[in-house]
């Protein structure tokens, strides 16, 4: 096992980040910790790392307990969300930093520096300190660092968190392509769903502390364990007790026996996907989403009333 | 036309408050040209009053530089009881009257003091002698490096030292490699401070020096004695020379700054 942490709690005065833990990350896989802000998900990283250590439970890293050990003697590789970028270094003396600690030739170190620049795409750069970066450069610097010293694991904590849309979604594509090269088992916290989810093939989900529900991306989505693991992993409406994707709304302009009157309040056009805010009669909301086709083919105009029908819902035991 | 107004006044204060009394110190030290002020400031007890002040600037600095840095460490990055009580009590020399920490050092080294009775029993000398002057040159001097640094370290946060630990890097090389590199303008600032206060400093040590001519004498006790005793060119010529001393500190530490990094 790759990664092991068993029934670690973490507190910090009265708040208790972490509740008798238990993860497994298998050695070489890619994980996504998920979770809203609070849930403990950092905080188990940085324990894993050792820049926390727990009230609590063990953690083993490639079978080996390192619970007692400082975060020099664990081999972790370790990404924060705002770069945590040597200033006074160069780029290249930032990636070089591990080595240079580790006593590696110069050589050696010249050499391996070089080669990790041109797997982050820094070729240029090297001279330059990071302020003179953008925040994704940066970023990939910090990955660099992380990775020169060859780690047994790589943890990432909101690693994209600090960067613009556009430039997080470039970021996610290459990290999971650096992935399926290194093959470093790697384990990454997230509160954004869909990062967790095109990046790892492992999702953890947590809150308050806890663990809501681990599985596979597809998995969590359509067997959602809980309420909270269901609403957090996708967009959902409540209807009559139960729980419905706004994809799994269906939207007609005739009545059809099982359906409901609603009022289309608003149309809002997200390119392919169009967003069918509507009124039910009781004036709850509710919002259906259709794709560009569907809703031409229907002609939806803002204040007129459809029928609306959940193709599947789902019901959770409180 | 209020901006003009604004600069003017700035000036028109800096001027009369703090540049006014420099320069009729250098006028009057030089009224009756440089040989009478260099003269002046060549006499063995004037000497002796200088690198006896140098002396305790050197012993005094180094100790408060290495002090404020691990104590502004303990206070920012460490949590223990206390550690407000700390904070503050670090403050106390700029809150208390250096003649004032001068009588509480003769009270408890002199002849009936608490620990002086012990010391000057087995051969030591404390009050009216060197190691008084030290612990009360060190006394004044003390915040200045703290004050320094814990503004920048608690801006810097942790991140780029977890980092390094994460890479490898023992608790002193993250230390060497990360901290101090980060901190080192406010360090720089701090010495500056310190070194000022420590050659400028008089309450203090004039009341545990016993200022004893040729022996305790430091360079502002003896721009004192000098202008008691009427010498007033000799009063003028030793404060040019300490206000020489102030500016050499603040030119060293312009020089030693490079261009790129004053932001």
Not at chain 1, 143 to 163: H, K, M, Q, Y
Not at chain 2, 126 to 140: C, D, R
Not at chain 2, 212 to 234: C, P
């Amino acid at each position: 096992m790759g990664i092991a942490a068993r029934n670690v709690t973490k507190r910090f005065g009265d708040f208790t980040a972490l509740d008798g833990v238990t993860v497994e990350v298998e050695t070489g896989s890619l994980t996504a910790l998920l979770g809203p802000s609070g849930s403990g998900k950092s905080t188990l990283l940085r324990v894993i790392a050792g820049l926390e250590r727990p009230d609590a439970g063990t953690v083993l890293l490639d079978d080996r307990d390192v619970t007692g050990l400082p975060p020099q003697e664990r081999g972790v590789g370790f990404v924060f969300q705002h770069y945590a970028a040597f200033k006074h270094m160069t780029v290249a003396d930032n990636i070089a930093f591990g080595l240079t600690i580790r006593k590696r030739p110069k050589s050696e170190i010249r050499e391996r520096v070089a080669e990790l620049l041109a797997l982050v795409q820094l070729s240029p750069f090297g001279d330059r300190y990071p302020a003179q970066l953008s925040g994704g450069q940066r970023q990939r610097m910090a990955l660099a660092r992380a990775l020169a010293v060859e780690p047994s694991v790589l943890l990432l904590d909101e690693p994209f968190g600090a960067l613009d849309a556009r430039v997080r979604k470039e970021l996610r594509v290459w990290l999971r392509r650096l992935h399926d090269q290194s093959k470093v088992t790697t384990v990454i916290v997230t509160h954004d769903q869909e990062e967790a989810m095109e990046v790892a093939e492992r999702i953890v989900v947590m809150n308050e502390g806890r663990i809501e529900q681990e599985g596979g991306p597809q998995e969590l989505y359509e067997s959602p364990a809980s309420e909270f693991v269901m609403s957090f992993v996708g967009p959902v409406n409540r209807l009559d007790g139960a729980l419905v994707r706004p994809h799994d709304v269906e939207v007609a302009i005739e009545p059809n026996g099982a359906t409901e009157e609603a009022m289309v309040e608003r149309i809002v056009h997200l390119g392919f996907e169009v967003r069918v805010e509507l009124v039910r009669a009781d004036g709850a909301p509710l919002w259906a989403q259709l794709t560009r086709d569907q809703e031409q083919e229907l002609e939806l105009a803002e204040g007129q009333i459809v029928y609306v029908r959940p193709a599947r819902a789902t019901v959770f035991d409180h | 036309m209020r901006r003009y107004g604004l600069r003017t006044f700035a000036l028109g204060y800096l001027v009369v408050i703090l540049l006014a009394p420099v320069a009729v110190i250098f006028y009057r030290a030089f009224e009756h040209g440089f040989w009478p002020a260099w003269h002046a400031v060549t006499t063995p007890d004037a000497k002796h009053a200088f690198l006896l002040t140098i002396e305790l600037a050197l012993i005094a600095v180094p100790l408060n530089t290495v002090f404020g840095v691990i104590m502004a460490l303990l206070i920012v990055r460490h949590r223990f009881p206390g550690v407000g009580f700390v904070n503050a009590v670090v403050d106390l020399p700029l809150a208390l009257s250096p003649v004032v920490v001068g009588f509480s050092l003769l009270l408890l080294y002199g002849r009936q003091g608490w620990f002086g009775h012990w010391l000057i029993a087995h051969g030591y000398r404390v009050v009216f002698a060197m190691p008084g002057m030290v612990l009360a040159t060190i006394f004044v001097s003390l915040p200045f490096v703290v004050r320094e640094v814990v503004p920048v370290l608690r801006e810097i946060g942790t991140d780029q030292e977890a980092a390094a630990s994460t890479l490898g890097s023992s608790g002193w090389q993250t230390f060497r490699r990360i901290t101090l590199p980060a901190i080192r303008w406010a360090v720089g600032y701090g010495v500056v401070l310190t070194t000022a206060r420590a050659l400028g400093e008089f309450g203090a040590v004039s009341v545990v020096s016993g200022r004893i001519v040729g022996q305790t004498e430091t360079l502002t006790i003896h721009v004192q004695a000098a202008y008691e005793g009427f010498d007033l060119v000799g009063a003028y010529a030793a404060s040019v020379v300490l206000a020489l001393l102030a500016v050499a500190t603040l030119v060293l530490m312009t020089l030693l700054k490079p261009k790129e990094e004053t932001r």
